[in-house]
């Protein structure tokens, strides 16, 4: 059952769920927001895609298997947490550059912020996998499907 | 004309769509059918959008807008997933 309207409207609610959902990664660790939360919303439009399309169209947006989403995302948030221990400060330390912006203004960018990267794949990666895995018949479809 | 102070005025519809949303839950708990329920359900969580926005005017806080923005996006994707399912249900 292919809805035209929803497919339309899939195509412009997608960039800007993903969008906003990248705005709230950013933003996190000054404000409410931060890499959990904008994980989940990144899995939002996949799920609409898996809904107004087909599973296998939403499975082809994302660049990796979930699963490896996830593998990748843990391994940027633990490796910027001990990387603190190789800078002689306890573990998980943030460090910041402020980085002077045209305008005035000032960047603070720090390493929380790749943390939260981490996290945000971490969520993604396990959310698309829950909703692949819902969506197909069998739980191991998506990996007999690829090995 | 009378000058309305705007908390007032939040509280007021706060306790308004208040009253909306028990209507809309007496719905969601004796409808008769799924797909009133599912209506139901999508009106609660509208009403609710509005009651985040009329906490974020007698509060002064801006961040309230992200919530309820938030909340409005994924509140659409519910009721589609409804949808959906309903139209399956039915199908055969």
């Not at chain 1, 809805?3 to 409410?32: K, M, N």
């Not at chain 1, 005035?104 to 396990?126: A, E, K, N, Q, R």
């Amino acid at each position: 059952m292919k809805s035209l309207i929803l497919q339309t409207a899939t195509r412009y609610l997608f960039p800007l769920l993903v969008l906003y959902s990248v705005f709230l990664l950013v933003r996190g660790h000054h404000e409410p927001g931060g890499g959990f939360i904008g994980g989940l919303m990144a899995a939002a439009p996949i799920a609409l895609c898996a809904l107004a399309y087909d599973v296998d169209v939403a499975r082809n947006l994302l660049p990796l298997r979930p699963i490896r989403l996830l593998a990748l995302g843990l391994a940027t948030a633990a490796g910027v947490s001990i990387g603190a221990l190789f800078m002689g400060r306890p573990l998980l330390t943030g460090s910041w550059v402020e980085l002077p912006m045209p305008g005035g203004g000032v960047l603070d960018l720090g390493t929380p912020l790749l943390f939260d990267l981490g996290i945000y794949l971490v969520v993604l990666g396990v959310v698309t996998q829950i909703i692949f895995s819902l969506a197909t018949k069998s739980p191991l479809h998506w990996e007999r499907d690829e090995s | 004309m009378t000058h309305v102070d705007p908390q007032q005025a939040a509280e007021v519809a706060l306790w308004l769509l208040s009253l909306g949303v028990g209507v809309a839950f007496a719905r969601l708990i004796r409808g008769p059918s799924l797909p009133d329920r599912v209506v139901a359900f999508d009106m609660i969580g509208n009403l609710l959008v509005g009651g985040v926005l009329l906490l974020g005017i007698s509060t002064h806080e801006l961040y309230q807008l992200r919530v309820a923005t938030v909340l409005a996006l994924i509140n659409f994707l519910g009721t589609v997933a409804f949808a959906l399912y309903v139209q399956r249900r039915e199908l055969p």
